[in-house]
């Protein structure tokens, strides 16, 4: 098919759960040690916020984060093509910014974090049957901006080549 600038795909508009899809194609054991970390972070917090077992915990992130990488893996271009269309169209023109100002990759940002913690707090929720609640939104929105910042700390550390999808 073609290929993408591994930073273009990570900073695009409108993005949820970015980072398993994308790192789905990486096979660097450094970019899968931050998902590991994210993982282990996301556990810790179920562990201590819903007072489960460990195992528990850590079947309810792994579970939570396939079904939002999975839902990624779909919805991300859709939700590009539909963004650039709509902010391409209408709102750049507006504010006279384009895709890769920093306004619009920190909204992208925003977006992707309250995006993907509204997916997994539905997992949470109707699959393991826990009651959710805004304090718990609004801490699993902060450990979705740690992993990201982790993953991104990776790519700045090591930064990455083209990724080529065939």
Same mark, same amino acid.
């Given at each position: 098919?073609?290929?993408?600038?591994?930073? #273009?795909?990570?900073?695009? &508009?409108?993005? /949820?759960?970015?980072?398993? &899809?994308?790192?789905?194609?990486?096979?660097?054991?450094?970019?899968? /040690?931050?998902?590991?970390? *994210?993982?282990? %972070?996301?556990?810790?917090? %179920?562990?201590?916020?819903?007072?489960? &077992?460990? #195992?528990?915990?850590?079947? !309810?992130? @792994?579970?939570?984060? +396939?079904?939002?990488? +999975?839902? @990624?893996?779909? $919805?991300? &271009?859709?939700? !590009?093509?539909? *963004?650039?269309?709509?902010? *391409?169209?209408?709102?750049?023109? !507006?504010?006279?910014?384009?895709?890769?100002?920093?306004?619009?990759?920190?909204?992208?940002? /925003?977006?992707?974090?309250?995006?993907?913690?509204?997916?997994? @707090?539905?997992? !949470?929720?109707?699959?393991?049957?826990?009651?959710?609640?805004?304090?718990?939104?609004?801490?699993?929105?902060?450990?979705? #901006?740690?992993?990201? *910042?982790?993953? $991104? @700390?990776? $790519?700045?550390?090591?930064?990455?080549?083209?990724? #080529?999808?065939?």
């Amino acid at each position: 098919m073609g290929s993408i600038s591994f930073y #273009t795909a990570l900073l695009c &508009p409108s993005l /949820a759960d970015l980072a398993w &899809p994308i790192l789905f194609f990486k096979t660097s054991i450094l970019y899968w /040690a931050s998902v590991a970390a *994210g993982l282990l %972070i996301e556990t810790a917090w %179920i562990r201590r916020f819903f007072h489960k &077992p460990w #195992t528990q915990s850590l079947f !309810i992130a @792994g579970t939570m984060n +396939l079904a939002t990488g +999975l839902i @990624g893996i779909v $919805l991300i &271009p859709l939700v !590009i093509v539909a *963004g650039e269309l709509c902010a *391409g169209l209408f709102i750049h023109r !507006i504010v006279d910014m384009g895709q890769f100002d920093l306004p619009v990759w920190a909204a992208a940002f /925003a977006s992707s974090v309250l995006i993907n913690t509204a997916l997994e @707090g539905t997992v !949470i929720k109707k699959v393991f049957h826990i009651p959710w609640r805004k304090r718990g939104f609004w801490i699993l929105c902060a450990i979705h #901006t740690v992993n990201a *910042g982790m993953i $991104l @700390g990776w $790519l700045l550390m090591f930064p990455a080549r083209e990724l #080529t999808i065939q």
